[in-house]
């Protein structure tokens, strides 16, 4: 759902670099209460990610550097600052720290029944947010500067989504891990902007895209052994981008081709017309009959398009001679004077 | 220190080495994600590659491994060209999607062997000199230094052979073209560079502190410096200094080497990025609240050029007219009479000959629109900068 958001702000590898900026948050709330309490270790993720974003946005503004550096930059820099505070944990005396490591690669199986009610509960409010705010996120989102000289507090707005994707990765990281977790954001929100120019269908669709690859996911992952769940659940969602990718009615790749291959048929159908309009220009009658044999030298000439242009009505044919309709003559001339229009 | 402490060091400082020089050109390029999304990708290369040898210290490996990074590339520009979605998008769709391939293939066939999913994305500087390569039964050192040693010569003789045209076709693609470069060319051979050293890296460093020694170094040294060979250098010089300082923090921490060296290099940036000379945060803070205050100079002075009645130039009046707080108009009202534009009688303030000049010569730039002017203008009249 927010991943749509991520998605047409360009900012879709953020989610990657949230994820694995919140490392350092677990590892640290970790240090500091002691205890493997998801709560607190996911608050710690937040506040974590949410310094991450604003260092990446802070580096952006006010340095030279460009935004894939910003989030390469901090996104290993905190990980690796993670890695240094896990195996550091991983040296102490504490009985508790075993798991911490399962935050990396997530395993929706380890789910308790309390961290899906906390799930459910911050999808709640994020919906209810999204409802709130729909027209300013709207407007925000395909122009920011509109907004602020309608008077919005742009920065707290675009702050209120940033954290809601925040949190929205924060708590995936349970279910499909830091490495995944990126592809969870963006695939059904890519997905589903395939199929839709409106941002309310898009966010719909998104939402259901997620859920089915997420139950999809699941199931395939349940019904054999040795399936780590988060993988199979993006690889789901995967050929669901490709099969968006593929057949969507207007962006589609498949329907792409179906219209160039038409456009060129059109092409070649209105060269032939042309062609034959010159011919029968320099006639006093223009219905008067020519053999198919001239038109033989021309290139865009075939049967099939021949027949093509009878079934039109605009040619008719006699045994081995064509001539032009009066239809076909004016639909011609119309051609002609477009073209010279269209180079004027 | 031990050989085997100096051995670490120097493989970790090689690896550096080997990640600076085309970090480098990726941060130029604006390519710096796609390091990232080859490091997570290349995992579905390897398992093939153990599949098919049941070995996993052969080159096929490291070769296969490179071809899903290539493939990486090439499947992210083939998405991004239908011109459905964004680059970043494309990034973040293609590697997620190979990486769980690799770990099902893993999950599924190879349980049994050491080839977790742990050791590929973050690997054990600690554990590189116990694996040897021996050639004809004689120990001739850490297999890791090999590998990575022929990989940074490999690099450093093809930066070597092409530095002009990386150069042209890095900041100018269209002039690279029209020279009779490829900029494809140029363009896969740095991608597969960069996967090659990020494969014969990982194995030493894991997977992130590739990405990390890829583009940390470069950016800091980007930060100071807007001259490629001296970006090339300090890039270097700032992966290998954070590669043995980071070893030693490890050492004293007792943690991962790979996460002390990433720290290391974090808090490079740190400071670079704070106290960069011209491009930090505190000076672009500083060269801002510069620019302000002498923007309010020119607009106090500009003011004070139209109106000749006393009231209007009262010191108190500035406060309400031109709507300013007591703290700033007092510093522009210094600064005005630091620099000689301004002298007050009675709380009455007036324009200096100066002043008028200064004014005159400021509003024609304005109007002809010509900003870039001032500059030097200012640089005329100002004996003290705001």
Redesign the interface.
Known sequence: MLGSFA?LR????L??AIS?AALPGIAIAFLITGAKDSNTLLLGALVSGLIGTFWIR??IT?????S??????I??????????????IQ?QPNANQAGL?KY??GQAATLVESDVWLMAIVTGICLLVMLIFWKEFKMLLFDADYTKTLGFNTKFIDILITSFIVLAIVLGLQTVGV??M??M???PA?AA??WTNSLSIMVFLAALFGAFSGVFGTAISASQN???T???I??VA?VF?VFS?VFSPS?G?LFKQIRFIKNRRDLQLHKTLAFMYNIAKTHEDITHPHTIKILNNFQGYTRGTLQKLVDKNYVILQGNMWSLTEEGFITASNLYNQLTKGDE | MSSAQIEIQLIASLVAIACAIPGTFL?LR????I??AIS?SILPGIVVGFFITQDLNSPLLIFLAALTGIITVVLVEY?QK?G???E??A???VF??L???G??LI??NA?DVHLD??AV??GELAFAPFDRLLISGVDVGPKSLWVIGIILIITIGLLLAFFKELKVSTFDKGLAASLGFSPAIIHYGLMSVSSVTTVGAFDAVGA??V??L???P??TA??LTTDLKKMLGLAIGFGVFSAIAGYWV?HW????I??????V??LL?LVV?LFAPS???IA??YREKQQRTEVSLLTFLLHLRNHSEENERHVNHLNEHINWQKVRSKTVLELALKNNMIVINNDIVSLTKKGTLFTTQAIDYIITNEDSQIEGMKDDFFLFRG
Do not use: C, E, W
């Open positions: 998605v360009k900012q879709s590898l989610g990657d694995h802070g580096i006010k340095t030279h550097l460009k894939d550096t910003a989030l390469g930059l996104l290993s820099l905190f990980f690796g600052f993670g890695m240094l505070l896990l195996t550091f040296k490591d990396l690669f490495v995944l990126s592809a954001l963006l695939a890519a902007r395939q040795n399936l780590s988060g993988p199979v993006v690889l995967a981008v990718f962006r790749l | 941060v604006k390519m710096a994600m390091s990232d997570h998405i239908t459905l979605v964004k970043d998008t990034i973040g769709l997620p999607a990486f769980s391939i770990v099902i999950a599924k349980n999913v742990d994305l973050l992130i502190l990405v990390a890829m583009i940390a470069a950016a980007y930060l490890a921490l007792d943690a991962s790979a996460g002390s060296i990433t720290t290099l974090g940036f990025y491009k930090g945060v672009v803070l």
